[in-house]
Structures are given as C-alpha cells and as structure tokens.
C-alpha cells in the first residue's frame, strides 16, 4: 500500500472511532430545578447556620452533616468546603408569609462538580433539597439529595472568608 493510501485509511480509522466515541457520550443533565419566586440577592438568612443531616435520594444513603451558612449574602456548605474548597457563594431568598425560601448554586473552582441548593426555612426548620452533578466530556453523574435542618451551634459556623 502506498503511503498516500495508508494515510487516508489511518485518517478514515481514526474519523470513525471519534464518531462512535462521540455517540456513546451522555447528553447533558439538567441541574435542579429551582421553583420559581420573586428571588432577591440573599440577605433574609444572614448570621445564621443550619446543621443538616440529609441522604441521597436515589439510594436512601446518609449524607454525613453538613452545616449551611449564611452571612453577608453569601452561603457556604461545610462538606463541600472539605471536598472541594467551593467556598462561598451568592445566595437567593423570597419570603411567603412565615417561609422563607433560599437557593444559591456552587462550583467547585478545581473540578466539574456542580450543587444546586434549594431550601426553606420556617422559624428554626430547614428542609433541603438540590443536586450534585458532575460533568465530564465522557460521563455525566448525578446526585439527588434532601435533608432537615435546625440550628447550628455558632461555633460550628464555617469560617467566613
């Protein structure tokens, strides 16, 4: 064979492997779907923090806890901080009468991991619901999660920064 026509069936090879790579790919996944509100930039939740105990709802796993804070209009989960570093993040609120509700979406700065966070609080109660996706060019994974919260001691807050 001369080397013209190896050339084309190497390039015709490899333009068909990247096709069917291509085609066992996922398609994307949509994040958690956030209901929509009159969402204003967080600040109803500042100075306070919640300790959530939560599972993954796909296999009913325990989560480990986690404490959500919030201050200065911004949020931060304390697992994630530890698995990630995602820091803090915006965060948004509505009220409807005597709840209040909150979402804020973080991304870990060194990885493809994304949490959406949506939750509401009446008095001292949380409830918790969001996803964590991680997107990759090969395989997307994604989690469900939910959980309870109450009251964090303040020394548990995560450090502000």
């Given at each position: 064979m001369t080397p013209i026509l190896q050339f084309v069936a190497v390039g015709l090879l490899t333009l068909g492997a990247g096709a069917s790579a291509v085609s066992v790919m996922?398609?994307?996944?949509p994040d958690f779907a956030v209901p929509?509100?009159?969402w204003e930039a967080g600040s109803l939740l500042d100075d306070r923090a919640f300790s959530v105990t939560g599972r993954v709802v796909e296999s009913g796993e325990a989560l480990p806890e986690t404490i959500l804070t919030f201050a200065e209009g911004r949020f931060q989960s304390s697992r994630c901080q530890v698995y990630c570093?995602?820091?803090w993040q915006a965060y948004q609120t509505w009220r409807e009468g005597d709840i209040t509700h909150f979402t804020a979406t973080t991304r870990?700065?060194?990885a493809p991991h994304t949490v959406v966070w949506y939750g509401t609080v009446t008095g001292d109660e949380m409830?918790?619901?969001g996803t964590w996706?991680?997107?990759?060019?090969?395989?997307?994974?994604q989690i469900t999660l939910d959980g309870t919260g109450t009251?964090?001691?303040?020394?548990?807050?995560a450090t502000r920064g």
């Open positions: 996922q398609s994307d996944m929509t509100g009159a570093a995602f820091g870990c700065p060194d409830q918790v619901a996706t991680t997107r990759r060019w090969y395989w997307s994974r009251p964090a001691d303040p020394a548990s807050m």
